[in-house]
């Protein structure tokens, strides 16, 4: 058959990779609707699919098929986005290579000679399946702003304090564990400010030797000290009419905070081993994964710096507070990585997903990509399992029935009242609400103890009913059994 003849229509073409087309599979599947499209090869395949309108495709499989020819089949189906079903001979599916081909990269399989209901069903289902996939797939228009995924509450409070800090001049603070974003936080409200089109200077505090830090910040003149061969500009001149972001603010030197206050105080600062000072209008933003307050208290950090930097402050939200954030941010990161696989991937496994919240991601959002990016190396299956993310088990559902939650309020309402009440059963079915008789069989019902406990269970009972119980003990006159 030609290809050239039989162009792929958006709706219902089917495109058929064999040596050889007969004419009667090709009538029967026009009968029903079917725009079939013929390949020979994987690379005229390939060509064909580089096109796009095609969702379904049939592989016929060789009776004499050899590793080599599966891994072509599996690299032109990994770079389309068609589901594909195999034709394969009988007792193929018994072989090893065959089952893991067809359960790794086909939605499903038929038996040849195969042209009958079990073919179509097959082609319209998996029609169907690409469609949906489609719909499903297309691009979200809000996954988030200012470059960041997350549409969780407390990211939206993130958002909206960005728009806000943009709108001013003045030093910003962003506070939150490593990995949260803070770095792209603050070049959110760069690029949102009037300096965005200015430059924007990131200097990492933590990562550069206290003896280099300041010139680095301020820079130097000619000969300032040995080896200054040069002038060098510093950052923050480097950083003039934009944005200079300090970030490890909290591992920086005592000397240095000395230096840095000084430029936030007056505005100017002076180069090491210059004579004069330069005034420079930079906004600074900064930012650390420790306790600033903390630091301060202890002296680690100057407390008037503290109050320079910290005129605006955001926090960035930790990953295992931001809901379904996760699940969004899992697949941002298997679609920027998904090309480094050997397959093609539908996605996250269930286990996967369940695993994934249920993790608490200290490394927040720099570890969670980083483990989709593992995973996608090293995973065997189409779709990404707690497995290959390297997470483990969600923990057994520790989840209580209705009946359950409701005897342990009855427990504690009926242990409290008793406490209350000295252990007067009179008075505690009162302020019950029931008889005297329903509590006595309510407390043998629930297994309480219908007398004061004895000394040694206070602190036990201390945990359930809090200090009250056991005040109220002590002073304990009216026994139930009296
Ligand atoms: N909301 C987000 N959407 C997409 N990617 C994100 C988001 N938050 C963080 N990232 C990515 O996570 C990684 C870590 O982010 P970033 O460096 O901004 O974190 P950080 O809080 O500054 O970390 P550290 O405290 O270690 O410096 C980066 O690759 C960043 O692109």
Redesign the pocket.
């Known amino acids: 058959m030609n290809t050239a003849l039989i162009q792929p229509c958006a709706e219902r073409t089917v495109l058929c990779i064999s040596p050889k087309l007969d004419q009667d599979t090709v009538d029967a599947l026009a009968s029903v609707g079917w725009h079939v499209v013929h390949a020979k090869s994987t690379q005229q395949a390939e060509k064909l699919l580089e096109r796009g309108a095609i969702k379904v495709a049939l592989i016929e499989l060789p009776k004499e098929c050899t590793a080599q020819v599966l891994s072509k089949f599996e690299a032109c189906i990994a770079h389309s986005d068609a589901t594909w079903i195999a034709q394969v001979w009988p007792g193929q599916a018994e072989d090893l290579l065959m089952r893991r081909f067809i359960l790794d990269y086909c939605f499903d399989f038929v038996t040849l000679p195969c042209l009958d209901e079990r073919l179509l069903f097959a082609l319209g289902h998996a029609h169907g399946l690409s469609v949906l996939r489609e719909t499903m797939s297309s691009p979200e228009p809000d996954l ?1 702003r200012h470059e ?3 549409q969780s509450e407390p ?1 939206q409070l993130l958002y909206r304090g960005i728009d806000k800090c943009a709108r001013n001049n003045a030093p910003v603070f962003i506070a ?1 564990e ?7 936080t603050a070049r959110a409200i760069h690029n949102c400010s009037s300096r965005g089109r200015k430059p924007y200077v990131a200097i990492n505090c933590a990562a550069i030797p206290p003896t280099l830090l300041q010139s680095e910040l301020f820079g130097h003149e000619r000969g300032a000290f040995t080896g200054a061969l040069q002038r060098k500009i510093g950052r923050i001149e480097a950083a003039a009419e934009g944005t200079l972001f300090l ?2 603010i909290g591992d920086m030197p005592h000397e240095c905070q000395a230096v840095l206050l000084r430029f936030l105080q007056e505005g100017t600062i002076e180069r090491l081993g210059g004579e004069g000072t330069v005034r420079v209008d930079v906004r600074v933003i900064s ?1 650390t ?1 420790v306790n600033l307050e903390e630091a301060v208290a202890e002296g680690r950090f100057r407390a008037d710096l503290y109050h320079r930097l910290c005129v605006l402050r955001l926090a ?1 939200p930790p990953l295992r507070e931001r809901g379904s954030d996760i699940k969004l ?1 899992a697949e ?1 990161a298997l679609a920027m990585y998904k090309q480094d696989g050997p397959r093609k991937f539908r996605g996250f496994s269930s286990d996967a997903v369940t695993a994934m919240f249920n993790y608490d991601w200290p490394g ?3 570890e969670l ?1 980083n483990c989709v990016r593992r995973a996608v190396v090293m995973a065997e299956g189409r779709f990404i399992t707690a497995a290959d993310l390297g997470l483990p088990d969600a923990p057994h559902s520790t989840g209580r029935t209705l009946a359950e939650v409701r005897n342990e309020a009855e427990r504690i309402a009926i242990q409290q009242a008793l406490t209350r009440h000295a252990y007067s059963l009179s008075g505690a079915a009162a302020e019950l609400g029931v008889s005297r008789a329903t509590l006595y069989r309510l407390l043998n019902a629930i297994g309480l103890r219908s007398e004061p406990p004895a000394m040694k269970d206070l602190r036990l009972l201390d945990a359930h009913v809090g200090q009250n119980a056991k005040t109220s003990a002590l002073r304990c006159t009216e026994h139930l059994s009296q």
Request: no cysteine.
């Open positions: 988030g960041m995924i997350g990211m939150g490593s990995g949260t974003g803070k770095e792209l970030d490890e930012a994964h960035e941010l941002h927040n959002v720099r990509i």
